[in-house]
């Protein structure tokens, strides 16, 4: 068993898909039409094109419980999910550059440091980066 995508929910495809595109870097691979407007969206990481997917979810759009869950996350500062950097410094000095708004600077947390940023589209999202 292992993991091929993992969803993450969006409000608006189009706009994620640009800011997890153009500010966090990540590559487009499916972009299948569902109808509605709604799409068959995701992306890889340009360090891993032929790893797991992130798959741009509209669920919030189309079911409830989706859209409380996601607002109770946000409401409590809670990351939705992470991504793991090899420098979360780097990262944080190249997103506040691009105008990413982040909620933790980096801080050092044991053997990690972390820092959590909104992607636009009602998620905290948390970047880690393992310390030696």
Not at 20 to 25: A, D, F, I
Request: net charge negative; aromatic share 10%.
């Amino acid at each position: 068993m292992k993991v091929t995508i993992i969803s993450i929910p969006v409000r608006d495809q189009e706009k994620a898909f640009q800011f997890y595109t153009e500010k966090l870097g990540f590559l487009k691979n499916k972009d299948i039409p569902l109808g509605n407007g709604n799409r068959w969206l995701t992306l890889v990481s340009k360090e891993d094109p032929n790893g797991p997917e992130i798959l741009l979810e509209p669920a919030p759009l189309h079911f409830e419980p989706s859209k409380i869950y996601q607002d109770a996350l946000m409401e409590a500062g809670i990351p939705y999910t992470q991504f793991d950097v090899k420098d979360v410094d780097e990262e944080y000095n190249r997103l506040q550059k691009l105008g990413v708004v982040f909620s933790l600077a980096p801080k050092e947390m044991g053997t990690v440091k972390v820092a959590v940023f909104n992607d636009t589209c009602g998620n905290n999202i948390q970047l880690i980066e393992t310390l030696s």
